[in-house]
C-alpha cells in the first residue's frame, strides 16, 4: 500500500521535512517513489510547498497519507474532512489519566 508521508531532512534541532511516496512497510528514510513537496515547521509562519497536481494525483490512484500529512493537507485547504490524531496513547495511560481525573474531581 502506497502512502504519503513526511521524510525528515535537515540538520540536527533544524528539522525540514519532505512530502514523500512510498510503500508504507519501506523505511522512511529509504528510497521514495517521488516527492511531493516539503514542510519547514520552524519557520514562522510554517513553509509548506507541495505538488498538489501530484498529491492529487496519488491520492485519487489510492494512496493513503499519514495522520500528520493528513491534518497538514486540511489545514492548507487541499482535503475536507477532520483532523485525525496523531498522537496514540495506551490502555495503561488511559487508565492513569481516568485515575487522575477522579482523583481531582
Do not use: C
Not at 10 to 37: M, N
Not at 80 to 99: F, N
Request: net charge positive; glycine share 6%.
Amino acid at each position: 500500500m502506497l502512502t504519503i508521508r513526511l521524510q525528515r531532512v535537515g540538520k540536527p534541532k533544524q528539522p525540514s521535512y519532505r512530502f514523500v511516496i512510498s510503500e508504507r512497510a519501506r523505511d522512511t528514510q529509504g528510497k521514495s517513489l517521488e516527492i511531493l513537496g516539503q514542510y519547514q515547521p520552524l519557520a514562522r509562519p510554517a513553509f509548506v510547498q507541495m505538488k498538489t497536481e501530484r498529491i492529487q494525483y496519488w491520492l485519487a490512484h489510492g494512496a493513503q497519507t499519514s495522520a500528520t500529512v493528513h491534518n497538514i493537507l486540511v489545514a492548507q485547504g487541499m482535503i475536507s474532512s477532520k483532523k485525525r490524531k496523531s498522537v496514540r496513547i495506551s490502555k495503561r495511560r488511559q487508565e492513569k489519566l481516568a485515575k487522575k481525573g477522579a482523583a481531582g474531581d
